[in-house]
């Protein structure tokens, strides 16, 4: 049974450009929530995605999307890069409806931008 | 004032200790409290969900206080394993649908031999 994968693993992006992470869910699940984690903080919620619409969103700006598949992959897409943006981004599945927080995460991406 | 605080640590504890973390949150209408643990550059894994009547896992007690707003999880008998950070973690629900999960900033744990 396949866990949440994430990809790439690694990034490094210069400030200004963009950047498209991917997620795919955990067998099963539909839900796909996205996290932003700074050094020495813990996960900032960003942004659920259910049903190929995002259900709630995060208090980050709108330079943060994000996209769900039919198949329940999901993207999350940060453009006009900034400094600040340099963090691990990850990705948490889950089953609508079903039990709360029992949320899956994945390895994440660590984003940074120069 | 942070939604979850929680103390950052470091907990310098010798093997067989006994220890606590506790946490606090800010929003009376968060309705389901969580553990997670997290190893150095890996992702958050759910250690334990919390319950107002207490609950236990092993080695593993986790305490809910709604009155206070506090949360605790005391480890016994600490093992080397355990060296990780903790998460503290609240769930905001939106009318019924699931809601985002709002954690703390992490204490970190470190046994020694």
């Known amino acids: 049974d396949a866990g949440v994968t994430q990809s790439p693993t690694h990034l490094i992006k210069t400030r200004g450009q963009q950047v498209t992470l991917r997620c795919s869910p955990k067998?099963?699940?539909?839900?796909v929530s996205w996290y932003q984690q700074a050094l020495g903080q813990g996960p900032q919620f960003i942004f659920q995605?259910?049903?190929?619409?995002?259900?709630q969103r995060g208090n980050f700006p709108d330079r943060f999307s994000g996209h769900q598949f039919p198949n329940y992959s999901s993207e999350l897409n940060v453009n006009a890069l900034l400094l600040g943006d340099s963090a691990l981004y990850l990705c948490?599945?889950?089953?609508?409806?079903?039990?709360?927080?029992?949320?899956?995460f994945g390895p994440g991406t660590r984003l940074t931008v120069t | 004032r942070k939604e979850v605080e929680q103390d950052p640590g470091p907990f310098n504890v010798p093997e067989g200790a006994t220890v606590a973390f506790n946490c606090t949150y800010s929003?009376?209408?968060?309705?389901?409290f969580f553990w997670y643990r997290q190893d150095c550059r890996k992702e958050p894994k759910l250690l334990m969900s919390?319950?107002?009547s207490g609950n236990e896992d092993g080695r593993f007690t986790a305490q809910l206080n709604r009155a206070s707003q506090y949360i605790s999880l005391l480890i016994r008998d600490s093992k080397l394993s355990d060296s990780a950070t903790y998460l503290c973690?609240?769930?905001?629900?939106?009318?019924?649908?699931?809601?985002?999960?709002?954690f703390g900033k992490g204490t970190k744990l470190s046994v020694k031999p």
């Open positions: 948490a599945s889950s089953l609508g409806g079903g039990a709360v927080g029992k949320q899956y």
């Open positions: 067998s099963g699940h539909d839900t």
């Open positions: 995605y259910y049903e190929e619409e995002e259900r």
């Open positions: 929003n009376s209408a968060s309705q389901s």
């Open positions: 919390v319950y107002s």
């Open positions: 973690v609240v769930n905001r629900d939106y009318g019924g649908s699931q809601g985002n999960l709002i």
